[in-house]
């Protein structure tokens, strides 16, 4: 059973930044997808990004591509979302989650990641 936490969140002006960590445990295979994933208020939940591993290939939305980059600290077991230029719409609460199926045509879709942690919250005050 894999364990994700999240941390990180918080209150920021527009154009600010924030970096999101998400810790792993019980993690036993190594080919796996880590993703983002954020839900606004009324909204469905949409990806964020993501890191396939092993590779460590990134994957973005449009949204976000040139603003977020998502990294992985092996050594931790830690991924991280660094977000800069943050905009009021980037509100939301942000989630991790891990596949580990690993299906490449998946990876943009929640309901393809088997484990989640708890979110938290991004407020971007305009």
């Known amino acids: 059973q894999v364990r994700l936490v999240e941390s990180g969140g918080g209150l920021v002006q527009a154009g600010g930044s924030l970096r999101l960590s998400c810790v792993a445990s019980g993690r036993t295979n190594s080919r796996y997808h880590i993703g983002w994933f954020r839900q606004g208020p009324g909204k469905e939940r949409e990806f964020v990004a993501a890191?396939?591993?092993?590779?460590?290939?990134?994957y973005y939305a449009d949204a976000v591509k040139g603003r977020f980059t998502i990294t992985r600290d092996s050594a931790k077991d830690t991924v991280y979302l660094q977000m800069n230029s943050l905009k009021p719409d980037d509100t939301a609460v942000y989630y991790c989650?891990?596949?580990?199926?690993?299906?490449?045509?998946?990876?943009?879709?929640?309901?393809?990641?088997?484990?989640w942690g708890q979110g938290v919250q991004v407020t971007v005050s305009s």
């Open positions: 989650a891990e596949d580990a199926g690993a299906i490449l045509s998946s990876l943009r879709n929640p309901a393809n990641y088997d484990y």
């Open positions: 890191i396939r591993m092993p590779g460590r290939y990134e």
